[in-house]
């Protein structure tokens, strides 16, 4: 068998071609065991061993699919009997077999060979609620013994960056940087040292950490500018004396002014006149010039080196204060974590990366692994990372340097598809390695690549190379770095249609849609609401159709699940989930348990005693009584008899959605019973169930609604890729730039702020890399998302203004189709389908509630059943401006309880909100509402609110609910006050919110335990 690598585009059959060649090497005789097939997900894993299973069974049964087996290279002579031999050789030695994920085999070599790996010989493998206490130990060991510089620079690091998030959880803010940095640290060779400026910048060392003072430099500038410009405008020469003087004044480490900075920015603002004289320009006189003469130059370089010098220091200060803090973590962890035999997958592969090149694991290990694998397929090879490979180089260089030529190495992979380079994947290696191994012989030949779709028909497939397949043009309008481009091309080939999808027909359109108006009523932003009318029309799911919808992040599914649910539209969310903690039973639950953990938490306890059914759990107003017989159950009868106990008094009878989690709950609670130590008490537990994971089952006749990310290797009959325009969630974490480049790691550097960074050569090409990663990874995202449909595909992007400058997805395909929407195929595609079940097909009134729908339910907002707007009303829109004062009026009012006890307005309100809440609590209905009434009452202001209804999850915010009570304070009725800045009269107002204020008294009556008819509402228009 050859040594080949082979390049696929998506959908272009890579499982086929990986379950042929392992076909190929059985029927040639190699013992399946020898025969290492490693893929990055358990479920890829499984999906390829199944295929090689069923292509054998349907070839020794089918004359056919024999057939066609019989057609790919080596196996002209295969038959039937020759099928049923190797399956059943399969079938014996199953639990042998090499074939599952990289991490599962790394781990294997670990179990093997533990202590030669560098790990504790009896190890366990750790969960997520496991790992997260042990870093949570490791953090905390660190702190209590350290005392130096290094965790004043860390602390004072992470206050930075998070200054802007208040301080609500500052452990847990220092623990997620710490998670990060732990793994660049992990990267970084031992010889090399964070912050060490002779490996940064060489031996010709770095400009701005030689210059001198400021002051100095600063004089020195205007002298030189006096001298060569005597008659320079007096704008320009006011301009260059205050910034000067700002310049000399500035005394570090205090931070820059924003005044200063524009001033270190215009240092560098060369502007060039048209026959090639450079300059720096004061507004556009002529006379305001300051032109770049050798001298000016010179002295320019000087005070902006000067100025930026101590930067620059204290960059490479934090840089070594961090290294020297990741050190003693990294030695308390291994204390802690890894010598108590506590790992994870990503322990075991950053110790086998670093015993890769030691003679001894080489010589035991190493060797007997080498003589156990003789083949190696490598499937999503873009995926890999570095250390990965280092470990599985390994033994890849014994089967290409065996002159016998009975091994051989195949790996496939697709760097378009490269989406995971956050955790670590490494699309450069995919080309890397071949040329590394072919520079002295042809050692790796490139097999026929990929590029016939067997999956998209040709109106997506014209979509997608019209999109993607000349990236050139986009260079200057985008921003993207010539080098993305250059990585793009190379991976770039055309997809071409195969004979199964060549007469398929088909649709593609990109669709641009309004941006929202800021209506803080809205169902949905714009985007959405799209979304919703392309499967109402569709309907998808009806027809028999697999049917998803692609989303950027976890944020924007939760938002669309929330508004399709409210639409009852089935929706299966996809991905891992935590059923214990993603509704309102789990979260009282919680708080109950950290209430009890903690008396103090008034919060908690707040939380817990808004689930209706808390006082039948005895949370009553003795909560200390509670806490005492729930320390003692615990103590007596463990975290499942005691939960067990309280869900029984919730009577979910009418509750299947809250049913299947409180069984979620307690299986949870039974596994952590089962597995405790002795000292685990009520945080253990917390953090067990919080950090608890499950994924959820592939449903059918539903939306599945999903990341970019999750659809990775699925295909759909109809695809909506939605918010592939939206940024992504920025890297808020330390920029801490490993240089000079991923591949031979020397140094490590926190890098100073961007402006500054672009003014030294070294670290302006690591911003240039970064960009550069950034760019291409957003590229490989959307090509993911456009390449997973297989009869329809739906792009929808926000509307772009006539002369936008946007860099982003909508204008990539503005620049692309030369307009702002396209459409390739048949529009009406789906008519050929028909709906199997006609009668489903009515759309129930929009404030209708109906039975729990499939997957994980999402919370929906009452405002989802607002009545729309009247036709004549159609166009109206509500501005940002309405609705930036609409809420200004909401937090005015929600800060008065009682016209008596309370400041009527705050003084921070804008003139026009003050004017309007003022106006309004002069009239005799604001009066009416802000009187403190007679007798028992409670008052809730602004109460965010969690509640089940007729099987559906609804959150949302009451702004003002008066309960009348009875001497012992239980609830009576109550009556919700709702308001609202919109314009047009009460009655319209009224009718307009009808919907959602029968949801709000719903949720009231089930929160307060009384019938609905006492409860009550009113909607107060405030104009």
């Given at each position: 068998m050859k040594n080949e690598r082979l390049i696929a585009n998506a959908g272009s059959g890579k499982t086929y071609a990986l379950t042929t060649r392992m076909i190929q090497l059985l029927d040639q005789g190699v013992d399946p065991t020898k025969i290492a097939a490693l893929t990055f997900t358990r479920k890829s894993a499984g999906e390829f061993l199944s295929a090689v299973f069923e292509r054998l069974a349907q070839a020794a049964l089918d004359p056919v699919k024999l057939a066609d087996l019989q057609r790919e290279p080596l196996l002209e002579n295969l038959d039937a009997a020759r099928c049923r031999s190797l399956l059943s050789d399969l079938s014996w030695k199953i639990g042998r077999l090499g074939m599952g994920t990289i991490d599962s085999l790394f781990a294997r070599i670990a179990r093997a060979f533990p202590l030669e790996s560098g790990l504790a010989e009896d190890f366990n493998m750790a969960g997520e609620s496991e790992i997260q206490a042990a870093r949570e130990r490791t953090l905390a060991t660190v702190f209590a013994s350290e005392s130096s510089t290094s965790l004043e620079d860390f602390i004072d690091l992470v206050r930075r960056l998070h200054r802007n998030q208040g301080e609500r959880d500052v452990f847990g803010s220092l623990l997620g940087e710490t998670r990060g940095l732990h793994g660049k640290f992990l990267a970084t060779p031992?010889?090399?040292?964070?912050?060490?400026?002779?490996?940064?910048?060489?031996?010709?060392?770095?400009?701005?950490?030689?210059?001198?003072?400021?002051?100095?430099?600063?004089?020195?500038?205007?002298?030189?500018?006096?001298?060569?410009?005597?008659?320079?405008?007096?704008?320009?020469?006011?301009?260059?004396?205050?910034?000067?003087?700002?310049?000399?004044?500035?005394?570090?480490?205090?931070?820059?002014?924003?005044?200063?900075?524009?001033?270190?920015?215009?240092?560098?603002?060369?502007?060039?006149?048209?026959?090639?004289?450079?300059?720096?320009?004061?507004?556009?006189?002529?006379?305001?010039?300051?032109?770049?003469?050798?001298?000016?130059?010179?002295?320019?370089?000087?005070?902006?080196?000067?100025?930026?010098?101590?930067?620059?220091?204290?960059?490479?200060?934090?840089?070594?204060?961090?290294?020297?803090?990741?050190?003693?973590?990294?030695?308390?962890?291994?204390?802690?974590v890894r010598s108590a035999g506590l790992v994870t997958f990503a322990d075991i592969t950053d110790s086998l990366a670093r015993k890769a090149g030691d003679l001894t694991w080489l010589a035991s290990a190493a060797y007997r692994i080498d003589q156990k694998f003789e083949h190696w397929l490598l499937d999503e090879f873009q995926d890999t990372s570095r250390p990965q490979w280092k470990i599985l180089k390994t033994f890849i260089d014994e089967v290409l340097m065996d002159p016998t030529k009975d091994r051989s190495f195949f790996y496939v992979g697709d760097t378009k598809q490269a989406i995971y380079s956050w955790r670590g994947g490494d699309p450069d290696l995919f080309f890397e390695i071949f040329d590394d191994f072919n520079k002295h012989a042809a050692t790796i030949e490139d097999a026929s690549p990929l590029d016939e779709s067997w999956?998209?028909?040709?109106?997506?497939?014209?979509?997608?190379?019209?999109?993607?397949?000349?990236?050139?043009?986009?260079?200057?309008?985008?921003?993207?770095?010539?080098?993305?481009?250059?990585?793009?091309?190379?991976?770039?080939?055309?997809?071409?249609?195969?004979?199964?999808?060549?007469?398929?027909?088909?649709?593609?359109?990109?669709?641009?849609?309004?941006?929202?108006?800021?209506?803080?009523?809205?169902?949905?932003?714009?985007?959405?609401?799209?979304?919703?009318?392309?499967?109402?029309?569709?309907?998808?799911?009806?027809?028999?159709?697999?049917?998803?919808?692609?989303?950027?992040?976890?944020?924007?599914?939760?938002?669309?699940?929330?508004?399709?649910?409210?639409?009852?539209?089935?929706?299966?969310?996809?991905?891992?989930?935590?059923?214990?903690?993603?509704?309102?039973?789990?979260?009282?639950?919680?708080?109950?348990?950290?209430?009890?953990?903690?008396?103090?938490?008034?919060?908690?306890?707040?939380?817990?005693?808004?689930?209706p059914s808390t006082s039948a759990w005895g949370l009553d107003d003795r909560p200390w009584i509670f806490r005492k017989k729930t320390l003692s159950s615990l103590a007596l009868r463990g975290y499942a008899s005691t939960l067990r106990e309280w869900i029984d008094a919730s009577n979910l009878a009418a509750e299947p959605f809250l049913k299947e989690r409180a069984a979620a709950f307690l299986l949870a609670a039974e596994q952590f019973d089962a597995n405790r130590n002795a000292s685990d008490g009520i945080p253990d537990f917390l953090r067990f169930i919080e950090s608890r994971q499950t994924q959820e089952n592939e449903s059918s006749d539903v939306v599945r609604v999903m990341t970019v990310h999750q659809s990775k290797g699925l295909g759909f009959d109809m695809v909506i890729a939605s918010g592939l325009d939206k940024k992504g969630r920025e890297n808020a974490g330390t920029n801490l730039a490993l240089g000079p480049s991923a591949k031979a790691v020397k140094w490590g550097l926190v890098l100073p702020a961007k402006e500054f960074a672009e003014q030294d050569a070294v670290l302006r090409d690591q911003l240039k890399i970064q960009d550069a990663e950034k760019k291409y990874g957003d590229i490989c995202t959307a090509y993911v998302a456009l390449t997973r449909a297989k009869k329809a595909l739906y792009v929808v992007t926000a509307e772009l203004g006539e002369n936008t400058t946007s860099t982003n997805f909508a204008r990539h395909l503005l620049l692309q189709f030369h307009a702002p929407s396209a459409q390739f195929g048949d529009s009406g595609w789906f008519a050929k389908y028909e709906i199997k079940n006609p009668e489903l097909t009515e759309t129930p009134a929009p404030a209708a509630f109906s039975a729990p729908i499939h997957g994980t339910p999402r919370p929906i907002s009452p405002s989802s059943f607002k009545s729309e707007l009247p036709a004549g009303d159609a166009g109206v829109g509500i501005s940002s401006h309405a609705a930036k004062l609409g809420t200004e009026v909401h937090e005015a009012l929600a800060g008065i309880e009682w016209l008596e006890t309370s400041a009527h307005t705050p003084h921070a309100l804008t003139p026009e909100a003050r004017k309007l809440v003022n106006e309004f609590l002069e009239k005799p209905l604001a009066r009416e509402v802000f009187t403190k009434p007679e007798g028992v009452t409670r008052l809730w202001r602004e109460l965010a609110f969690d509640v089940v209804l007729d099987g559906r999850w609804v959150s949302g915010v009451f702004d003002r609910v008066l309960v009348r009570c009875d001497q012992e304070n239980n609830p009576l009725s109550a009556v919700i006050y709702d308001f609202k800045t919109d314009q047009g009269t009460a009655l319209e107002i009224q009718s307009r919110y009808a919907g959602q204020m029968e949801v709000y008294q719903k949720a009231a009556a089930k929160l307060l335990s009384i019938p609905e008819e006492l409860v009550t509402s009113q909607v107060i228009g405030i104009r």
């Open positions: 031992d010889d090399a040292i964070w912050g060490d400026a002779a490996a940064i910048w060489g031996a010709g060392g770095c400009a701005i950490l030689n210059a001198g003072a400021v002051a100095p430099a600063a004089e020195k500038l205007w002298e030189a500018i006096q001298e060569e410009y005597p008659h320079l405008n007096e704008e320009a020469s006011t301009a260059w004396q205050l910034g000067l003087a700002l310049a000399a004044q500035h005394t570090p480490p205090s931070l820059y002014s924003e005044d200063l900075k524009k001033f270190i920015a215009k240092l560098s603002n060369e502007k060039q006149t048209a026959d090639g004289l450079l300059y720096i320009p004061t507004r556009n006189a002529h006379a305001g010039r300051v032109f770049l003469t050798p001298t000016i130059r010179a002295l320019r370089d000087e005070l902006r080196n000067s100025l930026l010098k101590p930067e620059f220091e204290s960059a490479l200060r934090r840089s070594q204060s961090l290294h020297e803090f990741m050190q003693k973590f990294e030695q308390a962890y291994s204390s802690l999956r998209s028909c040709q109106p997506i497939l014209e979509f997608v190379n019209k999109a993607f397949e000349d990236l050139e043009p986009l260079c200057g309008p985008l921003g993207i770095p010539e080098s993305t481009v250059e990585k793009w091309t190379k991976a770039w080939r055309n997809h071409l249609t195969s004979p199964k999808t060549r007469s398929l027909p088909g649709f593609a359109e990109w669709i641009s849609v309004p941006k929202n108006d800021g209506d803080e009523d809205e169902e949905g932003d714009a985007q959405d609401r799209k979304i919703l009318e392309i499967l109402e029309t569709t309907r998808a799911w009806e027809r028999g159709l697999s049917c998803a919808v692609l989303k950027r992040d976890n944020r924007g599914v939760e938002a669309l699940a929330a508004l399709l649910q409210s639409k009852d539209i089935p929706v299966a969310v996809e991905g891992k989930t935590n059923p214990c903690v993603d509704n309102p039973l789990g979260a009282a639950l919680l708080a109950a348990l950290r209430m009890v953990a903690s008396p103090d938490d008034a919060l908690s306890l707040t939380v817990a005693r808004g689930f």
